[in-house]
């Protein structure tokens, strides 16, 4: 394995693992949050012990989502220090921000934990929405950092040299809001179907089902409305990058040869020497009018870019394709929970309606996986867009292959412990029907 290998893929290994901690991090706030508010509302325990519940889950993925998090920000010097060098006083502001947003988090949340029965207790609801305010913030000006390594901005390059750095246009880049809007609703997604999943599983199980059936709705609620509005955020994205990055358009969708009226391909196997798609459906025009509103608008292929320059084309579209295969199979069950909320509500209590959500848990992360692989593997061969190649970033230093195991070591080590404390929580709270007594208005 050399080094540009090695790194790269120490990279993403720390991503694919944080990005999930981060995105339940970002979300369980606000379902903890309803919880309560329910519970203050109506009084009912099952709603306090729910609340309290999800709590700890909260706790374990601020820890987890932290230190993976502190990881990667020792990655960025330590495997890319050329990138660094040029690009941290740049886009260093969302990271500052972003630094003071964990801060704020981490004292919301001390205040979440223990202050059951010691503050007001719209004041204790309220502290446990600004965990979920300052995480959701946290990881949007994250992603406009990323936003930033596809739409660079705030500077002019001259020469090899960055200058006249402005850190606002850079964090405001124009990539931020479309992949802050569709990072957000696929972290909804994702969290909201596999809590719902958990409990539709225990709730087939027979144990606590009022605790159940309480965690699945306010879960699989946030989850459905997010899946329905997310395939709109996936047609503004793809509209901002037909035209800012043309380059991942074309490796997204395996678009060999530019042309007006380019088709739709939904699946296939690109045949990279022969520059085709083969076995692929294919939907006249489809493509011209997702990527410029016009079915016989021009789309540029690969055939515009140097060969060097080419994302690589295989793994972009099969991610880009399960990415959109699964969001579709969510948006269904999303209308399908949200019918039978209407019109058909004893269908929630059959073994086929909550098997149908059990088996769901995995999609959305998978999802969401696949979506950030198209976004970072699309972008390649640069690191920044079409002003840094990756190669030119990576550290001199020998031995990165001996840091990958080391951090794949602790990765799965770290994926097995929270498996186990989150096995533990979720047994805890389906052998009994509270928690605890409750001994005041909010504890």
């Not at 569709?182 to 969290?191: K, R």
């Not at 088996?359 to 970072?376: D, N």
């Not at 498996?419 to 001994?439: D, Y």
């Amino acid at each position: 394995m050399d080094d540009l290998l090695a790194a790269r893929s120490q990279m993403a290994l720390s991503l694919g693992f944080h990005i999930i901690f981060a995105c339940i991090g970002m979300v369980m706030p606000f379902f903890m949050a309803t919880s309560h508010f329910k519970f203050l509302k109506t009084k009912d325990p099952v709603y306090r012990d729910l609340t309290k519940a999800w709590s700890k889950g909260v706790a374990i993925f601020f820890a987890t989502g932290a230190v993976s998090g502190t990881m990667l920000s020792f990655e960025l010097g330590l495997l890319w220090p050329e990138f660094m060098l040029h690009a941290g006083p740049i886009f260093g502001m969302p990271f500052s921000l972003e630094g003071t947003a964990f801060f704020i988090e981490a004292i919301a949340l001390g205040f979440f934990l223990y202050g059951w029965g010691k503050f007001n207790p719209w004041f204790h609801w309220f502290t446990g929405v600004v965990v979920g305010i300052s995480g959701l913030a946290s990881g949007i000006l994250v992603v406009a950092a990323n936003g930033w390594m596809n739409s660079p901005s705030g500077f002019d390059y001259v020469d090899g040299k960055f200058l006249n750095i402005d850190p606002i246009a850079a964090m405001f880049n124009d990539a931020w809001f479309t992949q802050a809007l569709h990072m957000t609703l696929a972290a909804f997604v994702a969290t909201g179907f596999a809590v719902a999943g958990i409990h539709a599983y225990l709730l087939m199980k027979g144990e606590n089902k009022a605790f159940h059936i309480k965690a699945f709705k306010i879960a699989i609620i946030f989850g459905s409305v997010a899946a329905i509005l997310q395939p709109i955020s996936g047609d503004i994205s793809a509209k901002d990058i037909a035209v800012r990055q043309p380059a991942k358009l074309a490796a997204m969708e395996a678009h060999y040869h530019t042309e007006e009226g380019a088709d739709l391909i939904i699946g296939g196997i690109p045949d990279e020497e022969a520059k085709e798609v083969n076995y692929a459906i294919r939907i006249p025009g489809a493509l011209s009018f997702l990527a410029h509103g016009d079915f016989n608008a021009e789309v540029a292929g690969l055939d515009q870019f140097p060969e060097e320059h080419h994302p690589p084309v295989m793994v972009t579209h099969f991610a880009f394709q399960i990415m959109v295969g699964l969001g579709m199979i969510l948006v269904g069950l999303g209308l399908l929970y949200l019918f039978s909320s209407w019109k058909k509500e004893s269908w929630q209590a059959q073994s086929w309606f909550l098997w149908l959500f059990a088996l769901a848990t995995p999609l959305g992360f998978i999802a969401l996986e696949a979506g950030w692989t198209v976004t970072e593997v699309g972008r390649q061969p640069w690191i920044i867009y079409e002003i840094m190649l990756t190669k030119d970033a990576v550290t001199p230093m020998p031995g990165i292959q001996y840091s990958f195991y080391i951090f794949t070591a602790i990765y799965l080590s770290l994926t097995a412990i929270v498996g186990f404390l989150l096995v533990r929580q979720i047994k805890a709270v389906s052998q009994k029907p509270s928690l605890e007594p409750s001994t005041s208005t909010d504890s």
